[in-house]
């Protein structure tokens, strides 16, 4: 039978397993697993270097996951299964993953700068300075670079190579050949100084060091290394600041009696209370009580619902009217909040993984370097029988094309980017977000808090003169967004309200200066108002009807407003070629009148209208499957998943934390101009980053060649290679020029 996903018969069904995988340095490490895995048979994996995860679809008659972690492991890879979903108590992350790869850095650096000033300022040579560079780069060659020694290594083993062994070849052969000239050539002795000739000479290089090479490349590689195992830490912060939403403690009802207990302890059926602005415990059905809930955390939807008994609520909904009684129907692993954590998770692994440049590059990059160094001892050994001018010209073709520029080549770029990005409003995750932004042709939008503001305003008053006032007067004393919606309208100096009542269903009523006002319900409209009532339902608004003295005399009006700049940023978006579509859990009316409010066309598709969390998650996939490369901008639990599953997530930072961690570009201004911003900018980023890979590249052509042919000593190869470090480093601080599309 032929092994390989060819093998799995569509009609078995398949287990899924997602494993965790730690030792992958580069995309090739990660391509190198999903071939082992897909090898086995009945298996098939998809294996994602950003995550450090692997999700694999197997049957379990032929395989299983013993066999799945052996493979990984034989690979030289560490893979286990995760631990359990805990949904009652997150448990502590470790307070900083990144503390050994940073001290490992900041020791490596502060060792390595006397060492670079010595070896480059020939005025700081003292007599025996040699020594001392000796004992301050011997750490950092070793100590300070063994993640690439080990990473090169283990891919030795296993026949393959990546940057990481031409990076340890680099720095052995920069340090056993400053070693080999100290102990056993004239660099040892006292008084020695650097040469500074330019050309190689014929029995030259035996009084030379390159301990700066040695030194100085670990360092700028490390700092790259940091950097981007600082952007990866937060793939797994989606799921915990998810789970974090939810209550930790619930009123529960025991023999009448409220006993507060943590969220661990409750069990389906048990009867909790939940008092206005609180949020509900978990999933259940409403037994006692009424009142306003605000699903706007897991639904999208911006005007709270109305619950009494018999309706069903959700946990982490914020309970913003009166008093509930709730008796919980599904707890833990299975309530809707759980189930979101999961779908972030799915979406998260489901990424294909991140090819670098650099990486699939090195594949032919390295074993040529190599090879062209071998062929470079040979041919002097052959022509010239020089033993030390052979030695030297093969250590300057490894030192000339040691890859310190392309180290620098994401990491500076990144810097400088996500630096005025902040400055913008713009907060970019990691280099491996900004490949997505180049290829992007579809923006989905949501609406509540991202196109629109979120928060209800009155936007029209009818009927009587008094209407505003005498509504705000009554409603001043409910928690309603409504309510409050009127009251600001209204403005100060109201009057005073007797006799406050809320009636579910039949709105709020009071007494105001001697009139019995009745505000919201189901209250009969006069023919000269109906129009009012019912255009604003056409236009997803909501009508509040106010009467008085057994009469209706009024209506307000209130919606969710939009957004002043949205209407403009989306004009923009159109303009860096990208489809707008407005996606929302909304119903479709307001949808509808909010996608004209800003431009959009509900009948040209670009209004998707009354989805759930998951069924944004379908949408998202739906448009890939028919080969879209998807973008989303959104702010709410409800946006997450979504924004995981999308190949670029714009979260909104006005949103909710489980939103932000889930996206992989965080909005900080409240606006969809930031959103045209950040798509501009990290487009410019990446443009920056190749051209740095070209230069970086470019230079290795030029230049390993001429260290072959003996133009160039290790140390005048070690100038080069700072040089082009320098132009990587000035190439990217161009991006400090960039600037909003709004100035």
């Not at 780069?137 to 670079?145: D, I, L, M, Q, Y």
């Not at 720095?171 to 050309?199: C, K, N, R, V």
């Amino acid at each position: 039978m032929t092994a390989g996903p060819e093998a799995v018969r569509p009609e078995v069904p398949l287990d899924e397993v997602r494993l965790d995988i730690a030792g992958m340095t580069c995309a090739s490490c990660a391509n190198r697993i999903e071939r082992k895995l897909n090898k086995l048979d009945g298996v098939q994996a998809s294996v994602n270097y950003a995550t450090e995860a692997a999700t694999v679809r197997f049957d379990p008659a032929r395989v299983g996951t013993d066999r799945l972690l052996a493979t990984v492991e034989a690979a030289g890879y560490v893979a286990t299964l995760p631990a359990p979903p805990q949904v009652e108590e997150v448990p502590d992350q470790a307070p900083d993953p990144e503390a050994g790869l940073r001290q490992r850095l900041l020791v490596s650096a502060v060792l390595a700068l006397p060492v670079l000033l010595l070896s480059m300022v020939p005025a700081l040579q003292f007599e025996n300075w040699q020594w001392l560079a000796l004992t301050l780069a011997s750490p950092v060659a070793v100590w300070g670079a063994w993640p690439f020694h080990r990473a090169a290594v283990v891919n030795a083993r296993h026949g393959a190579s990546t940057m990481d062994t031409l990076v340890s070849i680099g720095i052995a052969a920069a340090y056993l050949w400053s070693l080999w000239a100290l102990f056993l050539g004239d660099a040892g002795m006292s008084g020695m100084t650097m040469s500074s000739t330019l050309l190689p000479e014929q029995g030259g290089g035996a009084d030379e060091l390159y301990l700066e090479v040695a030194a100085a490349v670990p360092v700028f590689l490390l700092a790259g290394r940091y950097a981007e195992a600082r952007a990866k830490r937060r793939s797994g912060a989606a799921v915990r600041a998810l789970l974090e939403l939810g209550a930790k403690d619930a009123a529960v009802l025991r023999g009448g009696v409220e006993v507060w207990v943590p969220i661990s302890d409750l069990a389906v059926g048990d009867r909790f209370v939940v008092r206005p602005g609180e949020k509900v415990a978990t999933d259940g059905v409403v037994v006692g009580g009424s009142s306003a809930v605000d699903l706007s955390m897991i639904t999208g939807e911006s005007v709270p619902v109305e619950v009494a008994v018999g309706d069903r609520v959700t946990g982490a909904t914020v309970n913003v009217g009166g008093r509930l009684v709730v008796e919980a129907t599904r707890v833990g692993a299975e309530t809707t909040l759980a189930q979101l954590g999961r779908l972030v998770t799915q979406a998260q692994s489901g990424k294909a993984p991140v090819q670098r440049l650099a990486d699939r590059v090195s594949a032919v990059f390295v074993p040529v370097v190599l090879l062209i160094a071998v062929g470079t001892l040979v041919a002097w050994l052959l022509v010239t029988g020089d033993v030390t001018a052979a030695f030297t010209a093969a250590v300057a073709v490894l030192v000339i094309a040691c890859p310190c520029a392309l180290g620098l080549a994401t990491p500076t770029a990144l810097l400088v980017g996500t630096g005025r990005g902040a400055q913008l409003g713009v907060l970019i995750k990691g280099p491996e977000v900004l490949e997505s932004t180049r290829t992007v042709d579809t923006v989905l939008l949501d609406k509540t808090g991202t196109v629109t503001t979120g928060g209800m305003s009155v936007v029209e008053v009818a009927g009587d003169p008094a209407t505003l006032r005498l509504a705000a007067a009554v409603e001043a004393g409910s928690e309603h967004p409504i309510a409050r919606a009127i009251v600001v309208a209204a403005g100060s100096g109201l009057p005073e309200v007797v006799g406050f009542a809320n009636r579910p269903g039949l709105g709020v009523t009071g007494t105001v200066e001697g009139h019995a006002v009745v505000v919201g319900g189901d209250q009969p409209l006069p023919e000269r108002l109906a129009p009012v009532a019912e255009a604003a339902e056409a236009a997803g608004r909501t009508a509040v009807p106010v009467g008085w003295d057994g009469e209706v005399r009024g209506v307000v009006v209130v919606a969710d407003t939009v957004k002043p700049t949205s209407a403009a940023a989306i004009e923009r978006l159109r303009g860096l070629g990208l489809t707008p579509v407005l996606l929302t859990g909304d119903n479709p009316g307001a949808a509808r009148a909010v996608a004209r409010s800003v431009g959009l066309d509900p009948d040209r598709g670009e209004v998707v209208a009354g989805v759930l969390p998951a069924g944004k998650v379908d949408v998202v996939r739906d448009l890939q499957t028919r080969g879209r490369v998807v973008a989303m901008v959104g702010d709410g639990v409800n946006d997450a998943p979504a924004l995981a599953q999308a190949d670029l997530g714009l979260a909104m930072g006005s949103g909710t934390d489980v939103a932000i961690e889930a996206g992989d570009l965080t909005l900080v201004r409240p606006d969809l101009d930031a959103a045209v911003d950040a798509i501009r900018l990290s487009r410019r980023t990446l443009a920056v980053i190749k051209g740095n890979l070209f230069w970086a590249f470019a230079y290795n052509v030029a230049l390993v060649p001429l260290a072959a042919l003996g133009f160039l000593n290790p140390l005048l190869a070690g100038l080069a290679m700072a040089a082009s470090s320098v132009l990587v480093v000035t190439n990217s601080l161009r991006l400090r020029r960039f600037r909003s599309a709004t100035a």
